[in-house]
């Protein structure tokens, strides 16, 4: 950072003794990809213009920067620079070099601009370090600029994905409109659109945008139970599991597939078939509160009302918040607030420092790993509904983990090193 002190006291008394410069537009263009992080399109671009360098600093330094490795690129630009500071390609990769520190990069994005003002990779770069540092206004001001110089499309990808963060649909969908034909391979492009469209409540057309990403990218499970997920929602079931068998076509194994397959049986009112294809993907990922969620809604649906309120307060203990969906099951139509849905469920608020791990067992029994206050060891509690202690374990070492085995339980604790592990049979949990 000192050197780069250095060379730009060099930079400020050299602006008005040299001519601007202007780098070639396959240097703009592949440094525009370098910013985006899309690698493998930079390198293309820049590699051919990496080798026809002169000097080894120069070439080693963006070869570094293409590579991943800011700190040598960094220190490579700044012995270049030292010799030549107005190599406006050689500081704007220093610049990058410097991303992590927002503020000193856009300085220097800032100086390549004083050397050519018109410099629309400068425009870019600045307007690129702008938006991350959440300048929204400044930043769409210096990529419009910079389109007005140079209308490269990869540019664009700039502006498109500052309305998407601006959540400005309209602005987005124009640009949108414009980018997808110079890069019709990139599904990203039609899949960010779309979701956004789709939280906006334009439904139809976000869809559109989420198919056309899956047919750019067709082997993607996760495009198709998006799809599929958005469809169940509209009340689409009948289409959206076709997307749902497609993906499981493709992965029998993905656990997200299995659960939207779940999901649209439960809508389309199969509770049996519902609850048979979420049972064996709760058992693999038993953290997942909607699953549980889905599972205790099927049960209700079924009759099995106890299973049912069973599986709704593991969903809410696991972090299950969505109460409007709850109310939507016939049986718990009534309650109408947050607080008479943990009433009804039996949980009330259980104050507790930290929480590490928490396991359900039944409607009436939690058990946890945790500190009730600050400074207290990690202790293994039972607890009831109310959050009542029924048991404590407290041992001499830190209890790592536990397994709930019917009615006993098994505890993993370490050493304070944590080196060494003991396991724990606890008997007749209760």
């Known amino acids: 950072m000192r050197k780069g002190i250095v060379f730009l006291l060099f930079f400020c008394l050299s602006l008005n003794l040299f001519p601007s410069v202007e780098p070639t537009d396959d240097f703009k263009k592949g440094f525009a990809f370098l910013l985006l992080k899309k690698i493998e399109m930079a390198k293309k671009i820049l590699e051919p213009w990496i080798s026809v360098q002169k ?4 070439k080693e330094a963006f070869t570094a ?28 990769g220093y610049c990058l070099s410097l991303e992590s520190y927002p503020v000193y990069s856009e300085h220097y ?4 601009l004083k050397i050519n003002r018109n410099l629309s990779i400068g425009r870019i770069a600045l307007g690129y370090a702008l938006r991350n540092q959440e300048k929204f206004k400044d930043a769409e001001r210096e990529i419009l600029l910079a389109l007005r110089k140079d209308n490269f499309p990869v540019y664009k990808y700039f502006l498109f994905d500052l309305y998407l963060n601006l959540e400005s649909w309209e602005k987005a969908l124009k640009v949108c409109n414009e980018l997808s034909p110079a890069f019709p391979e990139d599904w990203t492009i039609p899949l960010r659109m779309g979701r956004l469209l ?9 869809l559109e945008f989420l198919i ?23 009340g689409k079931s009948s289409e959206a599991i076709k997307y749902f068998d497609k993906a499981y076509s493709i992965n029998k194994k993905d656990m997200n597939v299995i659960k939207g397959r779940g999901f649209v049986l439960l809508e389309k009112g199969d509770f049996v078939n519902a609850y048979k294809q979420l049972m064996p993907a709760w058992k693999k990922k038993q953290e997942d509160y909607e699953l549980s969620f889905l599972l205790g809604k099927a049960c209700y649906y079924m009759g099995k009302e106890e299973e049912g309120k ?5 969903a809410v203990l696991n972090g299950f918040k969505d109460w409007a969906e709850i109310q939507k099951i016939p049986s718990l139509g009534e309650l109408k607030t947050r607080e008479k849905i943990l009433s009804f469920l039996g949980l009330y608020s259980i104050p507790f420092y930290q929480v590490d791990k928490m396991e359900f067992l039944s409607s009436e029994k939690i058990v946890l790993i945790g500190k009730k206050r600050k400074g207290e060891p990690t202790s293994l509690f039972l607890l009831d509904s109310d959050g009542k202690n029924l048991k404590k374990v407290t041992l001499n070492e830190n209890v790592k983990d536990f397994l709930v085995d019917g009615e006993n339980l098994i505890i993993k604790t370490s050493d304070k090193d944590g080196i060494r592990h003991n396991i724990y049979l606890l008997e007749k949990l209760e």
Not at 74 to 87: A, G, W
Not at 212 to 234: H, Q
Not at 310 to 314: C, H, K
Request: hydrophobic letters at 40%; proline letters at 3%.
């Open 55 to 58: 000097s080894p600093n120069l």
């Open 65 to 92: 920067l293409l590579d991943g490795d800011r700190l040598l690129a960094s220190s490579k630009f700044e012995s270049f620079l030292d010799q030549d500071v107005r190599n406006v390609e050689a500081l704007l």
């Open 109 to 112: 994005f800032r100086q390549a």
């Open 198 to 206: 789709v939280s906006k409540g334009i439904k139809e057309k976000g």
């Open 212 to 234: 056309k990403a899956s047919e750019i990218n067709p082997s993607s499970t996760d495009l198709l139970v998006e799809i599929g997920t958005v469809l169940t929602k509209e």
């Open 310 to 314: 069973e599986w709704i307060l593991r």
